[in-house]
């Protein structure tokens, strides 16, 4: 199992997608993680990399594979308040593996201005203050794709949603299509393509509408394998998402507290540095026409020093899973729809 599908199903024990609505990027929380990997080898880089089984070749295949599809762009950056104490050897180790040249950290809207340049201005800030900040190693995702078959707007009809925390009305948009399908006891499950793009939307409709069933529901590695194409109605509201996070609890619930207290980055940034906050920030709007979807997500430091004959039918108006997977199958959006 792709390392990014399994941090995707472990962190529903520690973030709520239930109570409302979630948009959250495994991708981005990993990619700049990755950064952060190059920066030391010491045992709090060890604990992260072990807790998280990181590993560091598979995300650089997948990160490549995302940076030569066209509807993806991929950035990341260095912000330091010191620059000239940046080993140059680590300079050109970033620019190899990541096209990063360090910026000098003047102020938080240079970062946000960075954030909204690389996210089509979806996410507009990422941080309100530089105080007692003295390094960010920051990535953003921005993708946006049409449908390879678009949903007729004329089709669109206001229909009832039952949430988790009751009914609303919504914008459900229809048709009756020739689609990768495939279902098992516990959740349906379809796939849509998009045009001109390496993306797929993985749609899972959990049949026992409760949060357990849901969270245990984000596990497509089987099921996925068995999609078949075959004419189905489906049925899907529009959603229009923004999430913000901040990643600290998640990453100690999930073991990773050493960085939190010192990394070694004396032969790298040039100096004994801590992990101040992780911040993520997210955006996912998906409509009759396509897709549209970004995330950032910043490392705040400081120096311290199968197929059936019938047609099917999938009706999304009750919480669904709708990912964002790549052709590995690795999760790069996780959003939940809730309400």
């Not at 796939?191 to 409760?210: C, K, M, V, W």
């Not at 049925?235 to 923004?242: C, N």
């Not at 070694?264 to 101040?276: A, F, P």
Request: with cysteine; net charge negative; proline share 3%.
């Amino acid at each position: 199992m792709l390392t990014l599908n399994k941090h995707s199903q472990k962190v529903t024990k520690f973030i709520d997608f239930t109570s409302k609505s979630t948009c959250y990027s495994p991708f981005s929380l990993m990619h700049a993680l990755s950064i952060l990997v190059k920066c030391s080898n010491d045992e709090s880089i060890k604990e992260l990399v072990s807790k998280l089984e990181f590993n560091e070749q598979e995300m650089h295949e997948f990160s490549n594979m995302l940076k030569q599809d066209s509807s993806v762009a991929l950035a990341s950056n260095i912000f330091d308040t010191q620059l000239e104490k940046i080993a140059n050897d680590f300079k050109a180790l970033m620019m190899k593996t990541f096209e990063i040249v360090p910026e000098k950290l003047v102020s938080a809207t240079q970062v946000n201005d960075w954030c909204a340049k690389h996210t089509n201005n979806k996410i507009k800030e990422i941080i309100d203050s530089i105080d007692g900040i003295t390094t960010i190693l920051i990535s953003a995702i921005h993708f946006k794709a049409a449908w390879a078959f678009k949903f007729d707007p004329k089709m669109t009809v206001q229909k009832t949603f039952n949430g988790f925390k009751g009914a609303s009305t919504v914008q459900m948009m229809h048709m009756k299509k020739k689609v990768h399908y495939g279902e098992n006891d516990t959740v349906q499950m379809a796939r849509l393509r998009y045009s001109n793009s390496g993306l797929q939307a993985l749609i899972i409709l959990p049949r026992e509408s409760t949060p357990a069933a849901f969270n245990a529901a984000l596990c497509v590695e089987n099921l996925q394998e068995n999609l078949f194409e075959e004419m189905t109605t489906f049925e899907m509201p529009r959603f229009k998402i923004e999430s913000t996070f901040n990643l600290n609890d998640t990453l100690k619930q999930l073991g990773v507290s050493k960085i939190f207290d010192s990394v070694n980055c004396i032969e790298t940034l040039g100096d004994m540095m801590k992990v101040q906050d992780v911040v993520q920030k997210t955006f996912m709007e998906t409509n009759e026409e396509g897709t549209e979807a970004a995330a950032v997500t910043g490392i705040m430091m400081m120096r311290c020093a199968m197929m059936p004959e019938e047609p099917r039918e999938m009706i999304c108006d009750r919480p669904f899973w709708f990912l964002l997977v790549n052709q590995m199958g690795g999760i790069v959006f996780a959003t939940s729809v809730v309400e």
